[in-house]
């Protein structure tokens, strides 16, 4: 059972981090050559996708996580460091998320949906940033999740 647990909470992290990465530094530079409303239209389509998976990652992670420190670690009080990093780093991030899809993008999706590319690509921005932010947590907490123990 471990090993299932184990093997599911990494791979919505590889999905997360990963997908964040991969929006960043592939698909955000390639996108930038074409024009603002096709650039929009195209993060609309794309952002929709991945929050949907996003949306299972958010509630896989915690529950993945949760179980295998209750059932396998005796709970979390005298945990080591990086297990406690690892936790406030993820709710840090699951926070950002939801005030990601909540604030900037909805504001984006209903932009998209009154055509006004303008102020959808202004609302693209701040989900830029934000994304930004969660993947630098991200990659952090990958780090800390694997090396902590090693650290002590």
Do not use: K
Not at 53 to 58: D, K, T
Request: proline share 3%; charged share 10%.
């Amino acid at each position: 059972m471990l090993a299932a647990l184990l093997a599911i909470h990494l791979l919505a992290v590889v999905i997360w981090v990963g997908g964040m990465f991969f929006a960043h530094f592939m698909l955000r530079p390639s996108a930038n050559d074409l024009e603002l409303e096709s650039r929009v239209l195209l993060w609309s389509r794309v952002l929709r996708r991945f929050f949907a998976v996003v949306w299972g990652v958010v509630l896989v992670l915690p529950v993945t996580g949760y179980a295998m420190i209750l059932l396998y670690l005796d709970g979390l009080a005298g945990q080591p460091l990086h297990i406690h990093l690892m936790q406030g780093m993820a709710w840090t991030m699951i926070a950002l998320f939801v005030y990601l899809y909540t604030g900037p993008y909805r504001r984006m999706q209903w932009m998209v949906g009154q055509l006004l590319f303008p102020e959808a690509g202004l609302y693209l921005g701040r989900i830029r940033t934000v994304v930004t932010i969660n993947m630098a947590i991200g990659i952090m907490t990958v780090v800390v999740a694997s090396a902590g123990r090693y650290l002590s």
